[in-house]
């Protein structure tokens, strides 16, 4: 079974960007049970400080760690906060990134989006986003870049985003994720 985490720069209840990842979820789910999706919720972890990062730390970043480490790949969509990703997604990204040389992102498949209500999609967060992570030892999926704009009139009753061309977007990122994840079971060696 493959693990892949949801998370979302966006705190708000009813996101474009958490929409993205609803869809992102019904895709996986519809597609087969192989597959198990779970959320990091960047509101849940506390201001990143170093005074709080020893031993287990804080509840909700061991959990975060921890689920992040399980998994397979992750999945982050985020908005455009005056041109770079939300602060809150740096702060979920500063404490994943910890400690030194063990950042449960290290090696860690992850696939990037921007949603927005603006007409850009969020796009512009989209380099800023990509080295944080890139510096945080996640490994960026290769994939055209998927911003998606207007993105408050995409979103139907159920929560998740309808539009059919968005949807083939993101079902062609969801299949570029699953590529890598297979590409990393590949390389892994296997005990003998």
């Known amino acids: 079974m493959a693990r892949i985490v949801l998370m979302s720069g966006s705190l708000r209840h009813h996101s474009v960007n958490g929409a993205a990842l609803a869809t992102i979820r019904s895709i996986l789910d519809r597609r087969d049970s192989e597959f198990h999706t779970s959320e990091i919720r960047v509101a849940d972890l506390p201001h990143y400080n170093e005074d709080l990062d020893v031993g287990p730390g804080p509840a909700a970043v061991s959990a975060a760690r921890e689920l992040l480490i399980a998994s397979d790949a992750a999945i982050v969509s985020t908005p455009s906060y005056n041109g770079a990703m939300t602060g809150t997604l740096k702060n979920a990204l500063d404490w994943l990134s910890r400690p030194w040389k063990a950042s449960s992102l290290s090696g860690k498949p992850v696939a990037l989006l921007t949603a927005s209500p603006g007409t850009y999609g969020g796009a512009d967060a989209q380099p800023d986003t990509r080295r944080v992570l890139e510096r945080c030892g996640a490994v960026l999926i290769e994939h055209p870049r998927v911003a998606i704009g207007s993105a408050d009139f995409l ?21 570029a994720t699953i590529a890598a994840i297979a590409r990393g079971r590949r390389r892994v060696p296997v005990a003998v």
């Open 155 to 175: 979103v139907g009753r159920e929560g998740t985003i309808t539009e059919p061309l968005v949807v083939a977007e993101l079902e062609s990122l969801v299949d």
